[in-house]
Structures are given as structure tokens and as C-alpha cells.
């Protein structure tokens, strides 16, 4: 790998830009790996590059039935944070916090992460109560977390409406500071090409249609390019978590929706952080190229059309013009919808499987972004170990048996 | 927006229906006799599919009456909807 630098930007214009290399190769693939992820998606990127960093196993093929990033991983809000409720999920995303904070350089490719600070805002007393609660949880797990009024709102966030008139008046906010956003696209690029220099094969256009078992245990996939042979795979697939469960014969208590997000015209410098908020139901953060990205909840229905109902859309401007009034007159530029795979208690599964060598990374649901490396780190600790590292221990398949559910919904920052 | 067929009431539009997840999951008569892991398959685990979909809505803003659709999860196409068992005209769902 040709290392990235502000030397080679400079030796590269003088050539006029034509000589850079490919990011990554495009192997042919081999009969057979050591281990094999399914899914070249963020997590599953960010799986095999710490495979190959942490445990030194760099015979890994990533398979992707698209292309690179293509799925969810470039079709979300790209908001980072780590202020959940609960121990076990926020030591979990604070985790991945930690690595974001150094992928760049750790990558060497410009994820462009921005920590910009996140408020999660609380517009009734329940609310508030919450969100001091929260507050409290996180600062007990040392996140950085704090509770701010709607006078410091409106002082920070000047066109957000704080007016007590206002249907759901703002009455203040959770913020972390250390949270933010990242360029979803250079994640995956920077993961693939990370992974990729230290050997690991990824494999565009390369669906898996089939996983072999032997005596209980997985001994390969079949795919649209030919039978792939390893004794361990990972899958880390998103929304299509239930169809390649079912190619092992598993069920997971997960069901794929729609989530819709919204990239605005842009706009000059108008909001420098992150918004969410829970009553009302929108999230919003203004991108480097000045386009408010915009997100809500999912569509209620199962679907894995990558689009959602209309009314969706509209549920979520309701939201964003309470929020911010001078926003009614901008027109949305482009819209567009992932799956994601909800579980029940909101929370991932990332866990072994009944199927010896067979493993599962999912259940992020509406989240996911946030815990790219983190979720890679631990997924990868899983496979290389045949074991879960304690971060992701508690995120077994095992919990929805044994009752011991890791409830975030309605308790982390935000509604799902 | 998906255009529902209530049984009852006709063709309306989904922002009068509210969602009811995988039709036909029908609570173990005596759940006492299950394994741990039994319940949690009724409870929690679902089949998810992409493709065919039986589906339960509720026609919350009309008749409020429970029924089945069947809708493919990819191309949200629906191709039928139906009472459900121990309603009046109902089939065998």
C-alpha cells in the first residue's frame, strides 16, 4: 500500500493525477480461506481488517454480492455517539468511539471524522428526567456526557426553535461533545483498503447463495463465482441477516425495515453539530458540502425494497421544520433508503452460532454506522477466538433464551 | 404509500392501518410445557423473509378489525388480503 500524504498529493498533481493506484485489488477468488466474511459492508470490512491487525489472520475473503459500501453502510445519517442507557451497550459503542477517534490515522485515509457534538434534545419534564438519568449512566461508564438548558440551546444552536409556544417546546438537551459525524464512504473505502493491503482478497460481486455444513459445522459457502471453502464465516449482512440465517437453518428475532434518510440542496454554514430528537422524531447534522442530512424512523412494515411509503418522508420534515422553521423552505435533494435489521431489544447480536464455525454480526438495526470499528474489533476478537470478546459477550444470540435483553429502546438517545 | 385492501372496508390508503408483523404465530396453548428456548423462538425469532410475506394490519382509523396480507417484502406488491380465522367469511388462516 502506497501510504497517503500531503508528499504524495504534491507528487501526484505534479504528474497530473493520472498515476494513482487502485484503492484495492480485484481478486479472482480462491478455492479456500481461513476465514471468509459475508458482507462488504462497513462492519464486514472493518471485520477482516482488524482480523488482520489484531490476530494476524490475513487469509480472509470479504464477499459482497454488490459493491463496496453500497449497502447500508452508504445509505445512513452517518451520526456517531456513544451515550446509551445501559453498561453493556454503552461500554460497547464507547469502544468504537475510542477507535473512531484514531481510524484516520490509523487507516491512513481521511474518514473525516468531525466531532462536532451530538444533542439529543428533551421537550417534556419525562423527557428531561431521562435524559438526566442518562446523563448520569454514561458519566458512570466515563463517557462524556451533560445535560444543557434550552437557554444554552438556543445561545449554541441559534435557528433551532426554543420558543415555549412551540408545539414540543425544547426544554433542553443531553450533548456529548465527542460525538459527531464521519464520511460514510471513506469508512468503507478506508477499511477496504486497509484490510486489502495487508492481504485480505475482496470480492465484488459475489453473492452468497448457499452454506455448506458438515456434521454441524460450516465448512464453506456456495456463491455466484463458485464454491468457497473455510473452515470459519462470519456474516455481517445488515437487513439480509433472516436470509442467510436461513441458508444455516437458524432463525433470528430480527425483522428488516426500511429506513429512509434525505440529503438537502446545500446550504451555507447553518448548524456546526448533530440534532436528534426522541419526541418529535428527526435527526439532522449539515455536511462539508453545506447539504442537511436528514433522517427519521423506520417504515413499520417488513421490507427489503431499499424504499419507503411516502408518508414516512412526510412525517419526517413535520419534524424537522418544528425543529427548525427556517428550514421549510429548502428543497430535498436526494432520498433514499437502507434496510435495517431491528432486533427486539434494539440492541445487536454478535455472536457464535449453534453452527460450529458459523457466526453473526447483526441486529444493529438503526445504528449501526456509529459502531463500524467497533463492531469489527469485537466481531473479529469472535471469529479468531471461537469465543466473544466481554465487550460483545452480553450480545449473544443466547440472551433472547436465557431473558437477559439489553432493553435500549426508548432508552438510548433516540426512538427507533 | 401502500394502498391496503381491508376485508371489511375496501381499498384505503396505509396511513389508516397500523402494522402487525408475521401473521399466524398462534401462543402455545400451555406455555409452561415449553423449553426456555421454545418460548423464545415463539417470542422473539421470526421467519423475515424477502419475497412472500403473510402479514397482520390492523385497520386502526376504520373498522379497527385485525387481517391478513399477503405482500412480497421486496417489491411491496400486495396480492391479497384476508379475514382471519373465526371471523365471519374467513378462510383458514
Redesign the interface.
Known amino acids: 500500500m502506497k501510504k497517503y500524504s500531503a508528499f504524495s498529493l504534491v507528487r501526484h498533481a505534479l504528474s497530473h493525477n493520472r498515476k494513482w493506484r487502485e484503492a484495492w485489488r480485484s481478486p479472482e477468488p480462491r478455492r479456500e480461506y481461513d476465514v471468509v466474511i459475508v458482507g462488504g459492508g462497513g462492519h464486514g470490512l472493518a471485520t477482516a481488517y482488524y482480523l488482520a491487525k489484531e490476530h494476524g489472520i490475513r487469509n480472509v475473503a470479504v464477499l459482497e454480492k454488490g459493491w463496496i459500501g453500497g449497502g447500508s453502510t452508504g445509505r445512513n445519517t452517518t451520526i456517531v455517539r456513544s451515550n446509551y442507557l445501559w453498561t453493556e451497550a454503552s461500554l460497547l459503542y464507547e469502544h468504537s468511539m475510542k477507535l473512531w477517534e484514531g481510524l484516520s490515522q490509523d487507516l491512513n485515509y481521511n474518514v473525516m471524522f468531525s466531532q462536532r457534538g451530538v444533542y439529543n434534545l428533551g421537550h417534556t419534564l419525562q423527557d428531561m428526567r431521562d435524559i438526566e438519568r442518562r446523563v448520569n449512566a454514561n458519566r458512570l461508564n466515563g463517557i462524556d456526557a451533560e445535560v444543557v438548558t434550552a437557554e444554552q440551546i438556543a445561545r449554541d444552536i441559534p435557528w433551532i426553535n426554543t420558543s415555549a409556544d412551540a408545539r414540543y417546546p425544547v426544554l433542553g438537551a443531553s450533548l456529548q461533545r465527542r460525538a459527531g459525524v464521519a464520511r460514510h464512504d471513506a469508512v468503507a473505502w478506508g477499511f477496504a483498503r486497509a484490510a486489502d493491503a495487508r492481504g485480505v482478497d475482496i470480492i465484488e460481486q459475489c453473492e452468497v447463495t448457499g452454506i455448506i455444513r458438515e456434521s454441524g459445522r460450516v465448512t464453506g459457502v456456495e456463491t455466484t463465482r463458485g464454491t468457497i471453502r473455510a473452515p470459519k464465516v462470519g456474516v455481517v449482512v445488515a437487513g439480509n441477516a433472516s436470509v442467510l440465517a436461513a441458508m444455516a437453518g437458524l432463525r433470528l428475532p430480527i425483522e428488516s425495515h426500511p429506513l429512509q434518510a434525505f440529503v438537502s440542496e446545500p446550504l451555507k454554514p447553518v448548524l456546526d453539530t448533530v440534532v436528534m430528537s426522541n419526541a418529535v422524531h428527526g435527526y439532522v447534522s449539515q455536511s462539508d458540502k453545506g447539504e442537511l442530512v436528514i433522517g427519521a424512523g423506520i417504515d413499520a412494515y417488513n421490507g427489503y425494497g431499499q424504499r419507503g411509503s411516502f408518508h414516512t418522508i412526510e412525517h419526517t420534515m413535520q419534524a424537522m421544520i418544528e425543529l427548525f422553521p427556517v428550514f421549510s423552505r429548502v428543497r430535498m435533494m436526494r432520498q433514499w433508503g437502507g434496510i435495517v435489521d431491528v432486533c427486539p431489544d434494539a440492541c445487536p447480536i454478535v455472536s457464535t452460532t449453534p453452527v460450529g464455525g458459523l457466526y453473526f454480526n447483526c441486529g444493529w438495526g438503526t445504528g449501526g454506522f456509529k459502531a463500524t470499528p467497533g463492531s469489527g474489533w469485537v466481531f473479529a476478537y469472535t471469529i479468531a477466538r471461537d469465543r466473544p470478546h466481554e465487550l460483545n459477550a452480553p450480545f449473544d444470540l443466547e440472551r433472547f433464551t436465557t431473558g437477559a435483553l439489553i432493553d435500549e429502546h426508548g432508552a438510548a438517545a433516540v426512538a427507533h | ?2 394502498l391496503i385492501e381491508c376485508p371489511w372496508c375496501g381499498e384505503r390508503a ?2 389508516e392501518f ?2 402487525g ?2 401473521a399466524g404465530i398462534v401462543r402455545p396453548a400451555d406455555p409452561d410445557a415449553l423449553s ?2 421454545e418460548w ?2 415463539y ?8 419475497g412472500a ?1 403473510r ?1 397482520l394490519w390492523n385497520h386502526a382509523q376504520g373498522c379497527r378489525r385485525w387481517f391478513a396480507v399477503e ?1 412480497d ?4 406488491r400486495i396480492s391479497g388480503s384476508y379475514r382471519l380465522a373465526g371471523d365471519p367469511g374467513a378462510g383458514d388462516d
Open positions: 404509500m401502500l396505509e396511513t397500523s402494522y408483523g408475521e426456555d428456548a423464545a423462538d417470542l422473539f425469532n421470526r421467519n423475515n423473509p424477502r410475506h402479514e405482500r417484502t421486496v417489491t411491496y
